[in-house]
């Protein structure tokens, strides 16, 4: 039977660690991943955990490295971080998904210094995002449990590894009633770790990661592609699968309204529910708002973003961080994937909530003003829209 | 593996190093201690040409290349999944150049030993970033030519032996690609240490330092009798000169026969000697009182 419990979505990662049953943790203390870490650090030493180990890293770079070497001898693994921890460890984010090591990580949103900020933005997971990893974005605690479950799963079956995202503070510190799954259960939908073919071992002496030259970097590259690929072919149907087991199911993307809406918020992470709120209410009073919640950014379900927002007839996405110097990344993806459309929705692109800024209903509700307003003059806006700025706040 | 390949080289023949080169032969004589049931790592530096390239590999044993900062943090979380699954007859080796050990990589090692990880760390010290075409590193030495040092280093080298001590290790080594006997028993040594293992052994390098590669052992030898590289082990904070050297050879020997102190000044190797000798009067003194 699954137990009810109030969580904050860092509790909630850290039950759903304790159910897929990692073997060795390695990790470093940041604001706002922390708790994750010492509740996954408990749960070892009061034995939650049994036979895993738990890894007092000097820093994340060390700590994404150690998984690393974990994983290279055969055995699940976990770690989390949050923003410049995520940075510090980049050199070895390409490592861990070059060698389609299925790791699965935490990251608690937090805007990249500088100037510096505890609070959340997406600057620190979307500066990772072509680094070769699968990135799932949870919108609320619940979405942050089962996304453990469901992560380790899908970077099982396809050897790559998973950053799960989550918030700092909107969902890492909230408290909210979460379902925590049975053992047994999860045992059903999660097997038992099996090592993969890269693995060091006596037994059977392998040369891994070391130099490869022009005449074959570019295919094992094209593997690594096709694996997302593959992972994003696998994921409905998991995501299915996992609804039969926990009654919750996921999908790359949930869109809702979308077909003849007026304005489609596209958002990723906790402002997606305040999005739904806002086009509930605005839909109520006879405007025709839909969203759409990216939940899979890599790989990106382009062709189901295609379909879920082909006949919409304005589209708002919004960017939880910078896109400096371009537009935010999100904003790129979905003009991408409705590029080869012939008739193509309105799109503009805002960028909210940096920082730590709340993403308030507020806001959103002055995207989608802006967003018809633009649409009654049959037009987009064709730089970003940063909606939320205050004029005269900083001299 | 098979009783057969059990005989072979656990590092193959033909390897493209340098003619003469230190550090094959101290990677060479490592495995040939430490055996098949050994994982080893190295960062990117010469080493890595026996990791090798495209579907090519020097080695008989399982491998990994680490980044070059990273090298022991690897070797943990490797230990301690061994660990985990009850494998505890595997050595976790890394083999990891100056360069990656007392610059860029000397957190992650300072982490691994303090963490009292099980691990080999062998550096082998050429004394500059060779594999990027001899860049001054912290440990080469006062005077000596590198390409970022065309005048010469005017730093002395890192004592990062020193700074391992402090920290507290279980065993603790210097070697000599000179006295390989030394070095052979110094890794024996190691296998059954419970926890971490630092030998650092100066590997003189033909190409880098400028001397004829047939040379290589007389300069690794030399670097020890000029008490510039003197051979001690310390077991448990317990140190032992493992090869004592009655009068210490004049310094200028050892620098005259390499092209990478043509233009050291008389000063300087005047201060190489003095430290020499100083560190030699300290050792003796501490093993005394041990
Ligand atoms: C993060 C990073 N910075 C720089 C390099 C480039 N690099 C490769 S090998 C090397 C020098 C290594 O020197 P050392 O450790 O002394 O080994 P050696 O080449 O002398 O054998 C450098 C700087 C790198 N691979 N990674
Ligand atoms: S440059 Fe020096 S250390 Fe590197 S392979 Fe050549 S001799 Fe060996
Ligand atoms: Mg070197």
Known sequence: MPQIKALDGNWAVAEGVRLAGPKVVAAYPITPQTPIVERVADFIADGSLPGARYIAVESEHSALSAVVGAALVGTRVFTATAGAGLALMHEVVGVASGNR???????????????????????????????????????????????????Y??????????????????????????????AKEVAAFLPAYEPGPVCLDPDCPLTINQLTSAGTFTEIKYQHKQALDQALELLPYLGEEFGTHFGRPYAPIQAENCAGAD?????????????????????????????????????????????????????????????????????LEVKAALYTLPKRPLVTSYVAGLGGRDLSSDTLSKVVETTMELKSQGRSEFEPIWIDVKEGEVD | MGAATEKLPLISCG??????????????????????????????????????????????????????????????????????????????????????????????????????????????????????????????????????????????????????????????????????????????????????????????????????????????????DTGLWPLYEVVDGRLKITRKVKTLKPVTDYVQCQGRFRSIFADQIAQLEKGAEKLYQELLAEEEKA
């Open chain 1, 101 to 151: 090591l299925p790791i699965v990580m935490a990251v608690a949103n937090r805007a990249l210094p500088s100037p510096w900020s505890l609070q959340v933005d997406h600057s620190d997971s979307m500066a990772e995002r072509d680094m070769g990893w699968i990135q799932l974005y949870a919108e609320n605690c619940q979405e942050a449990l089962d996304l453990v479950l469901l992560g």
């Open chain 1, 153 to 182: 799963r899908l970077a099982e079956e396809v050897r790559l590894p998973v950053m799960l995202c989550l918030d700092g503070f909107y969902v890492s510190h909230s408290t909210e009633v979460v379902s925590v799954p049975d």
């Open chain 1, 263 to 331: 304005v489609v918020l596209v958002s990723l992470g906790s402002s997606a529910g305040t999005a739904r709120q806002v086009a509930k209410e605005l839909r109520e009073k006879g405007q025709q708002v839909g969203t759409l919640k990216v939940t899979s950014f890599r790989p990106f379900p382009k062709q189901a973003v295609q379909t879920a927002l082909k006949d919409a007839k304005s589209v708002a996405v919004i960017d939880r961080s910078w896109g400096l110097g371009s537009e935010g990344p999100l904003s």
């Open chain 2, 15 to 224: 390897i493209t190093t340098c003619e003469g080169c230190a550090m094959e032969l101290i990677g060479r004589v490592t495995l040939d201690v430490l055996g098949p049931k050994t994982i080893i790592l190295t960062p990117p530096s010469c080493s890595a040409i026996i990791t090798g390239y495209g579907r090519e590999t020097g080695w008989r044993v399982p491998a990994f290349q680490s980044n070059l900062e990273n090298i022991a943090a690897y070797c943990s979380g490797i230990r301690v999944a061994l660990e985990v699954q009850g494998k505890d007859d595997v050595h976790v080796v890394a083999f990891a150049g100056d360069g990656g050990t007392v610059d860029i990589g000397l957190q992650a090692l300072s982490g691994a030993i303090e963490r009292e990880h099980k691990f080999i760390y062998i550096c082998y010290d050429n004394e500059a970033y060779m594999n990027t075409g001899i860049q001054r590193s912290g440990a080469t030495p006062l005077g000596a030519w590198t390409t970022t040092t065309p005048a010469g280093k005017k730093e002395s080298k890192k004592d990062i032996v020193a700074m391992l001590r402090a920290q507290g290790i279980p065993y603790l080594a210097t070697a000599s690609a000179g006295y390989i006997d030394d070095f052979r028993r110094k890794v024996e040594r190691a296998k059954d240490v419970d926890g971490p293992v630092y030998i650092h052994v100066l590997t003189p390098c033909a190409t880098g330092w400028r001397f004829p590669p047939k040379e290589t052992v007389n300069i690794a030898r030399m670097a020890v």
